[in-house]
């Protein structure tokens, strides 16, 4: 399965962007899907998390309220929809792959497949 994220960019404080998440070479819809983001000297952190179908879904608690998760299985693609961005938002976003059973989409080591991350940078 191979990831493509795209969407980042440079933008002001209280602004939107959406990020994408491209998948292909696989059955998208076997996939649990989840974002990521390291910020510069950081270590990389969960962000959300969405089920297979997209009935199930989870935020860190530092863009609950702000950020929506979503996918379209029919375009092979998940989303983040993020709003009302603040500057320490600003990282490199991944996507990641579960194919797996874990329930606990908040762990790194749980994903089988990664994107190559799109960048986000958000000034004040």
């Known amino acids: 399965v191979q990831l493509q994220a795209s969407g980042g960019g440079s933008v002001q404080a209280g602004d939107s962007l959406r990020l994408s998440c491209a998948a292909s070479?696989?059955?998208?819809?076997?996939?649990?899907m989840g974002w990521f983001r390291q910020a510069p000297g950081k270590e990389r952190e969960f962000v959300s998390a969405i089920g297979r179908r997209g009935a199930r879904t989870d935020y860190a608690d530092s863009v609950k309220g702000r950020f929506t998760i979503s996918r379209d299985n029919a375009k092979n693609t998940m989303y983040l929809q993020m709003n009302n961005l603040k500057p320490e938002d600003t990282a490199v976003y991944y996507c990641?792959?579960?194919?797996?059973?874990?329930?606990?989409?908040?762990?790194?080591?749980?994903?089988?497949?990664w994107g190559q991350g799109t960048l986000v940078t958000v000034s004040s």
């Open positions: 990641a792959a579960d194919l797996g059973v874990s329930a606990n989409l908040r762990r790194l080591a749980v994903y089988d497949y």
């Open positions: 070479g696989g059955t998208f819809s076997d996939y649990k």
